[in-house]
């Protein structure tokens, strides 16, 4: 039986919210979204071909641009896919996890305490290349023409024309124009 002091409730609630939906009818709208968005995922996840992974996100409600290669492997965030943009020319590599929202789901005290449900835009401007394994976290921009490098965690914003590598993200390098 769940209530009010049941992490999974209350992590319900929270995502009704953010979709305004309400009252039972609510629950099955939102449990039928995630598992289309669900579905459309597991095709893009594991299709070899970079136009299908392209559309299926965007069936999803990721905004993506033209020119764009995603990888096989990639997961963009199932919750919340539309608080992704991916402008244009945009490599993603194998592997690549991108997350518009963080989540302590199961422990109440963290929860309730100072780390709450984040949930944040995330922006990939053109020509941004993210390695294979990198991490992308809520509330980050990827600048233009910028490098994230293999299995980078990006904590922070990411200026253009950069090369970021390690974890937490670091600058090592300005890519000259």
């Known amino acids: 039986m769940r209530n009010d002091n049941d992490a999974s409730s209350i992590n319900e609630k929270e995502v009704m919210n953010y979709y305004g939906y309400n009252g039972q009818f609510g629950k099955i709208k ?7 968005s669900w579905i459309l995922h597991s095709i893009a996840y594991s299709s070899p071909h970079a136009g299908i992974v392209v559309k299926m996100q965007r069936s999803r409600g990721v905004k993506i641009g033209k020119n764009c290669h995603i990888s096989p492997y990639v997961l963009i ?19 690549v996890m991108i ?12 929860k309730q305490g100072k780390y709450p449900r984040k949930i944040a835009q995330i922006t990939i401007k053109s020509g941004a290349v993210l390695s294979p394994g990198s991490i992308i976290i809520s509330g980050v921009t990827i600048g233009e023409n910028s490098m994230v490098s293999v ?18 993200a670091r600058v090592i390098k300005k890519i000259d124009e």
């Open 151 to 168: 299995g980078s965690v990006v904590t922070q914003d990411v200026p253009d024309h950069c090369v970021v590598v390690g974890n937490p």
């Open 99 to 110: 997350f518009a929202h963080s989540n302590p789901t199961a422990n109440l005290f963290l």
């Open 30 to 36: 939102l449990k039928a979204k995630l598992f289309r």
């Open 77 to 95: 965030d199932l919750v919340y896919p539309d608080l992704i943009t991916i402008f244009d020319n945009v490599t993603i590599g194998s592997n």
